[in-house]
């Protein structure tokens, strides 16, 4: 077997196969977002390319990648013209590879017949449609900013033109119910997209529903509709056809999110815009998360990275175990040592027997995977592995 020293020498010299380009532009922030954007500062734009091009020179020769993810933000507030334009900036320094999976988030209103256009012919592959429900009252107390109907036709215009289509879906909205989340599931379905990713909503500190739910004006649904929610969600979307391959995502056979998959197998990525984290498989370097700081420290040369998280090699192998217990496959200890340089049961052998006499996961010898059960808590699992 390859020493850790190599194994961690090989990964620190792999030349990165996947990329994401964060967009920080929305027409709207809805009320329970936290994410790097601006809202009603399309006079930015123009210095966002500009910058953004300027960011590109850190690579220094051609990149060719496996998948390349273009969110947000909202990438498709760009619109046609600007969806152009950034693919024109990427073309000089980073291509996709013949059979790349090219991402772009979209919100439903943006797909126009222009747009879905625009993406062809930029070589986007895929989709994901920022739907949240096709339910009206849920998208009002969501504060989202189109309706059902535009997720519809957004869906179909996509899939006509031969795109593969992931929709977001989220539960424990404020006044959602269990029926309404079982609508909303057989809604996706029946749309006929080829992934689901489904969240709960999480009441984020300094969002307007924070704000709103500390006041007493909104309340979260209770942990137990939480989890009736979640499990609806599996079973109906299993039967359905769809893999359930991560804890908040379904996939039609071979339509698995490929660039995510690289993420969750800790590989390389390239990253570039303001808040957007590359990562060179020890180290974790994320953009300042201001948009106008980001644009002027880029464009004046100066240092642009907001922070930096540099793991040790068993830091990086305890994180690598949590991001494989998220996966339905679980972690096989062969691979596990193969990748990391480290035996699982060196790391987490205690934890694992406990998840297994609480069933919360499973241990066939080979592979380690979460029930159920577990994946239904599992973010309280992870302080028994990281440290």
């Known amino acids: 077997m390859m020493s850790r020293l190599r194994i961690v020498e090989c990964e620190m010299n792999a030349v990165p196969r996947h990329a994401y380009v964060h967009v920080p532009f929305c027409r709207h ?3 329970y977002c936290d ?4 809202a009603g500062r399309d006079d930015l734009i123009d210095r966002y390319f500009t910058a953004f091009g300027r960011e590109l020179e850190r690579v220094e020769r051609m990149l060719e990648v496996d998948t390349l993810y273009l969110g947000g933000g909202t990438p498709s507030h760009l619109g046609p013209t600007g969806l152009r334009r950034i693919f024109g900036i990427l073309h000089d320094r980073l291509r996709p590879a013949a059979d790349a999976e090219v991402t772009v988030e ?10 879905v256009a625009a993406a062809r012919d930029c070589g986007v592959t895929r989709v994901s449609l920022g ?3 096709l339910d009206a009252a849920t998208l009002r107390a969501l504060d989202r900013d189109h309706s059902p109907d535009d997720v519809r036709r957004a869906t179909a215009r996509l899939l006509d033109a031969g795109l593969v289509v992931s929709l977001d879906l989220m539960t424990a909205a404020p006044g959602q119910s269990l029926a309404g989340v079982e609508a909303d599931l057989a809604a996706a379905v029946g749309l006929g ?19 709103a739910r500390l006041r007493g004006a909104l309340q979260p649904a209770e942990e137990s509709i939480e989890r009736a929610m979640f499990e609806t969600a599996i079973d109906r979307l299993e039967a359905a056809g769809f893999e359930h391959y991560e804890v908040s995502n379904f996939a039609r056979a071979g339509c698995r999110c490929r660039h995510n998959e690289a993420y969750w197998d800790c590989r390389p990525w390239e990253a570039f815009g303001p808040g957007a984290a590359r990562f060179d498989g020890r180290a974790r370097i994320t953009n300042h998360r201001s948009t106008t700081t980001w644009m002027t420290k880029v464009l ?8 930096v998280d540099r793991m040790t090699d068993e830091q990086a192998a305890r994180e690598r175990i949590v991001v494989g217990l998220r996966r339905r496959d679980g972690l096989d200890r062969a691979a596990f040592r193969a990748a990391s340089g480290f035996d699982l049961d060196s790391l987490a052998g205690p934890a694992i027997a406990r998840w297994g ?14 029930t159920r059960a577990g994946l239904l808590v599992s973010d309280a699992l992870w302080a028994d592995v990281l440290r």
């Open 29 to 31: 922030r809805c009320g």
């Open 35 to 38: 994410f790097t954007l601006v």
């Open 106 to 115: 979209a919100n439903p209103l943006d797909v126009t017949p222009e747009f």
């Open 131 to 133: 739907g949240q429900s």
């Open 193 to 211: 997209v080829q992934h689901v990713s489904v969240y709960c909503l999480t009441w984020e500190k300094g969002t307007a529903f924070e704000s």
């Open 300 to 307: 004046a040369g100066d240092d642009f990275a907001g922070d």
């Open 357 to 370: 006499a609480a069933g919360l996961a499973t241990d066939d010898g080979r592979r380690v995977r979460l």
